[in-house]
């Protein structure tokens, strides 16, 4: 068989390149091999999401522009996956005639037969069923992906909770969570891989196996801390209305668990919240937040924020700005409210205007820059901790002062901070390759989305910011 080029375009959240790794292990005995050309490519699939109207947006400007690739290469074949391709279905078709395949989230272990239906009869497929359920897949580690210092692990699939403005349990379906020991075994095979840190992925990770009566989420840590040559856990994404004591006093008990929690808020306005279905109060959500700065005082806290949420009032929006300068987050995403298919806040009147929008959204990121700066500003001077994950994407090359060229490093603090470093002139780690170890790096400076550090050996390095006199190219 020959060997055909299969580019993927992930679009959307880590769920989605988690699919996306899938993708390319199930289409591989096809003797698909993933490129990063596109011009290259035999068969594009577009990973899709549909969490916001922007993304969707995104989707079909990538389709278009899809379409007169196709008319200079007719045999391209073009497949349409993710939340999107689940919402629309056939409509996608309608829509980008050039479209061969749309496949839901649940049809990923259905794709290679899909693919070979339509090399062989040249016709166009559609499947969306859900009706088997979760997709399960005997992962083996992901051979063109070898390497890779951190890769993130599905623990289960679907949300129960029907926040009022979301997507989601309609894209990807009920809650389902995998077994602990496919769990554990993926995670082993990808530590023989090279895997030194894994971020555990579901909607609401505190409620897994609730349902199925496995184990408790907080216990599945503990047996994946016991994995031997795993360095770091991460997870997300946890729902403050179950976030439970045992996972909090993981936060202090676990060795390889890291500090820092991802924990939506999405409105500081009680009255929000309701409409919202959000089903906690502000002040339950600042009492979680105390507690686990009680426990793990280092912990780093991030949060996802609505604006514009249907009849949100001016002072509605006050408290959500009021209640991020209680809790001071180390990071905040933040989104304009919009309408999406089947979810019921689409039914509710008093929309905001897009222009109010705007300007809510411009408060709160302005808000949250300050605090953003003043955290990162705060561990210049300290030691870190972080886990190598490679050389840095946007600036390669530093030249030293001696006129020497070294590669800039990238790795994150067990707070999730990025941190970028040179090896000093060549010292202390020489020219080994670092990627997947624990170095201790002091951080100098504080960017607004990252830090710059120099690598620690002994206690008695000299303070200094080397990096101002490097140029970076
Ligand atoms: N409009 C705007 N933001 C949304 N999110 C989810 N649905 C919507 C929507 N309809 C945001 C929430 C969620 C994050 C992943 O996306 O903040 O936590
Ligand atoms: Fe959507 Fe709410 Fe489920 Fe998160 S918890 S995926 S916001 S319905």
Known sequence: MNTKYLYINTIGCQMNHYDSDQIAAVLRPLEYKVTPLMEMADLVIVNTCAIREKAEQKVFSFLGRLADMKRSKPDLLIGVGGCLAQQEGARIIERMGHVDLVFGTSAISRLPRLIEQIESERCR??????????????????????????????????????????????????????????????????????????????????????????????????????????????????????????????????????KHIHLPVQSGSNRVLEMMNRKYTRALYLEKVKKLRTLCPEIAITSDIIVGFPGETKYDFEKTLELIKEVRFDGLFAFKYSDRPNATATRLPEKISEQEKKERLKAVLDLQDYYTIQTNEALVGSEEKILVEGYSKKQKVVDLHGGRQDFQWTGRTSTNKIVNFVQNDGGIYGDEIIAGKLVSIRIMKAFPHSLWGEPVKAANIPLGFRGEKAHVA
Do not use: W
Not at 129 to 144: R, V
Not at 234 to 242: A, E, G, I, L, V
């Open 125 to 258: 497929v559609v499947d969306v069923d859900m009706s088997e359920g979760i997709d399960e897949f005997d992962f083996a580690g992901n051979e063109s992906d070898n390497g890779k210092v951190t890769r993130f692990v599905t623990i289960m699939q679907g949300c129960d909770n029907f926040c009022s403005y979301c997507v989601v349990p309609y894209v990807r379906g009920r809650e389902v969570s995998r077994e602990p020991e496919k769990i554990i075994n993926e995670i082993r095979t990808l530590v023989k891989a090279g895997v030194r840190e894994v971020t555990l992925l579901g909607q609401n990770v505190n409620s897994y196996g609730k349902k199925e009566g496995l184990l408790i989420f907080s216990r599945l840590l503990e047996l994946v801390n016991e994995i031997d040559g795993l360095l770091r856990i991460r997870f997300t994404t946890s729902h403050p209305k179950d976030l439970s004591k045992d996972l909090m006093f993981a936060f202090k008990d676990l060795a390889k668990l890291c």
